[in-house]
C-alpha cells in the first residue's frame, strides 16, 4: 500500500515540469526578493562562491523514501517415531529487505554584486523538478509544497 502510494506521487510529479517562463522570471531580480519568499525559505539552503565571486545557492528540495517488506516462514518440529510424549519446537524465520532513496530537486541561483543571474532546477536521484506560479518573485501566499 505505502509503495502504491510512493509510486502515485512520483508518477503525478512527472506529469508537471521546469516552465521556462517561472526560471527566466529571477533573472536580474535582486537577491532580497530569495530571502524572503516563501517557498525557499522552507528549504536546506547550501552556499557557495567561485572565484570570480558569484554566489551559488543551492535550494535543496527532498524527501527520504525508504520502503521495506519481508516474510517468513514456519518450520514444524521433526518428531521421530517413537518419541510422540516429547514436543519437537517449531521453529520461525523471518527477513526484511529495506531499499532507500532520496529524489532531490537541487534549485540552482547564480547571483552577482546582489542580482539574481540565473535560476536552473536540477533534480537527482530520480526526483523530476516542477516549477509553478509559487516558485516566482514575489509570490507571498499560502503553499502547501
Excluded at 503525478?12 to 536580474?28: F, T
Excluded at 526578493?33 to 535550494?59: A, C, Q, S, W
Amino acid at each position: 500500500m505505502r509503495l502504491t502510494a510512493v509510486l502515485l506521487v512520483l508518477s503525478l510529479a512527472g506529469c508537471m515540469s521546469v516552465r521556462q517562463e517561472d526560471v527566466d522570471a529571477w533573472a536580474g531580480r535582486p537577491v532580497a526578493e530569495l530571502d524572503v519568499h516563501p517557498v525557499f525559505l522552507t528549504m536546506k539552503v547550501v552556499r557557495t562562491v567561485t572565484p570570480d565571486g558569484t554566489e551559488i545557492r543551492n535550494y535543496v528540495n527532498s524527501k527520504d523514501m525508504v520502503s521495506c517488506g519481508g516474510g517468513g516462514t514456519v518450520s514444524p518440529g521433526f518428531k521421530p517415531q517413537g518419541y510422540s510424549a516429547v514436543a519437537a519446537p517449531t521453529t520461525y524465520s523471518s527477513n526484511v529487505m529495506c531499499t532507500s532513496s532520496t529524489p532531490t530537486c537541487n534549485n540552482l541561483f547564480y547571483i552577482k554584486g546582489g542580482i539574481v543571474q540565473r535560476f536552473t532546477p536540477v533534480g537527482s536521484g530520480g526526483a523530476r523538478c516542477f516549477t509553478d506560479e509559487r516558485m516566482r518573485p514575489g509570490f507571498s501566499g499560502p503553499v502547501n509544497y
